[in-house]
Nanobody, 122 residues
Framework: QVQLVESGGGSVQAGGSLRLSCAAS??????MGWFRQAPGKEREFVIA????????YYAESVKGRFTISRDNAKNTVYLQINSLKPEDTAVYYC?????????????????WGQGTQVTVSS
């Protein structure tokens, strides 16, 4: 069982920045993804990174503003969010995928964190 713990969420004004962290238990590294769910909406894919960090996938809506990185020594993945917009308001979840393929679909991920709230005011 892998435990994922997100942190770094908060309330910011539009144009601001946040860095979310997701720490995974144990030493095994996984392909990791970030998803978000806004009130009244379905969960959506945001960004993902391979175990080695050499490949990343982005949702079109976040390209140029969101950056994913990882520190495998700490088994932690980071989501840097810049130029925040009110429409970025959501609960952000990190997820771990045991497979060798990087996925955009949430159904492919095996473990999920509890989520961290990001609220952006205009």
């Amino acid at each position: 069982q892998v435990q994922l713990v997100e942190s770094g969420g908060g309330s910011v004004q539009a144009g601001g920045s946040l860095r979310l962290s997701c720490a995974a238990s144990g030493r095994t590294t996984y392909n990791m993804g970030w998803f978000r769910q806004a009130p009244g909406k379905e969960r959506e894919f945001v960004i993902a990174i391979t175990r080695s960090g050499d490949v990343t996938y982005y949702a079109e809506s976040v390209k140029g503003r969101f950056t994913i990185s990882r520190d495998n020594a700490k088994n932690t993945v980071y989501l840097q969010i810049n130029s925040l917009k009110p429409e970025d308001t959501a609960v952000y979840y990190c997820a771990a995928d045991l497979s060798a393929v990087l996925h955009r679909s949430g159904g492919a991920y095996d473990y999920w964190g509890q989520g961290t709230q990001v609220t952006v005011s205009s």
